[in-house]
């Protein structure tokens, strides 16, 4: 166990759903990030928040939405999406988003497997 | 541009042999490297840092060795075990990106008993 919690695990959805994926943090952490994982690519980083201000958006379609409540929990708001959505979303946090050595090593969820038919 | 690879996207190896894992980075200012290990069906797990102002790093039956010139670090795994069969991220980071990781495709090591 990381500390990090995502939900569900799984997750079927039409092109016309509306579906959120959640994810909780246990650590105390300030960051939390939203990454996509891909068969045969690296991962993608699409949200970073940093005490629940978006300080990063890394050309995200507009059919992904996050939400930072507060510093613990992070969601992503999906409508719309496509086939080529069908992905792993890892949700991450890290004590802070700072460059500074060794201080922003990230824990992962066990991510939320998506299929968009 | 920037980026970090990995040069094998597959690597087998017997049960009680030694386990080299590379990877290459392009930006010579990143100075903050994790090797991460992902198990099936799992996310991402911490397994070592690296600062770059270290030549090399060891942790339980784990070494990160580093070289600047070419811009190549390397995990070695001694006595790779059935337990270490999973895909392996390099992942670096430098000051300018706000703290963000940039991650490797990974090497899947596949340990045969």
């Known amino acids: 166990e990381t500390g990090v919690t995502q939900t569900p695990r799984h997750l079927v959805m039409g092109m016309t759903n509306k579906k959120s994926l959640k994810c909780e943090q246990h650590l105390g952490h300030n960051a939390m990030y939203w990454y996509k994982q891909s068969a045969k690519k690296p991962l993608e980083l699409m949200f970073v928040?940093?005490?629940?201000?978006?300080?990063e958006n890394n050309s995200v379609p507009s059919r992904f939405s996050p939400e930072c409540p507060n510093s613990s929990h992070l969601f992503l708001h999906l409508h719309t999406l496509q086939p080529e959505d069908s992905a792993l979303y890892l949700c991450a946090s890290s004590r802070t988003v700072r460059g500074l050595a060794g201080l922003n090593e990230q824990f992962f969820g066990p991510g939320t497997r998506l299929t968009v038919l | 541009g920037e980026s970090v690879g990995l040069h094998l996207p597959t690597l087998s190896v017997q049960e009680g042999d030694n386990s080299i894992i590379n990877c290459a980075y392009s930006?010579?200012?990143?100075?903050?490297f994790i090797w991460y290990k992902q198990e099936s069906g799992k996310g991402p797990q911490f397994i070592i840092d690296f600062r770059s102002n270290m030549d090399k790093r060891q942790g339980q039956r784990v070494t990160v060795l580093l070289n600047k010139t070419v811009k190549h670090l390397s995990l070695q795994i001694a006595a790779t075990q059935p337990g270490d069969s999973a895909v392996y991220f390099c992942a670096e980071n430098y000051g300018g990106s706000q703290g963000n990781l940039i991650f490797g495709k990974g090497t899947k090591l596949s340990v045969k008993p």
């Open positions: 928040y940093s005490l629940e201000e978006r300080v």
């Open positions: 930006n010579s200012a990143s100075d903050y």
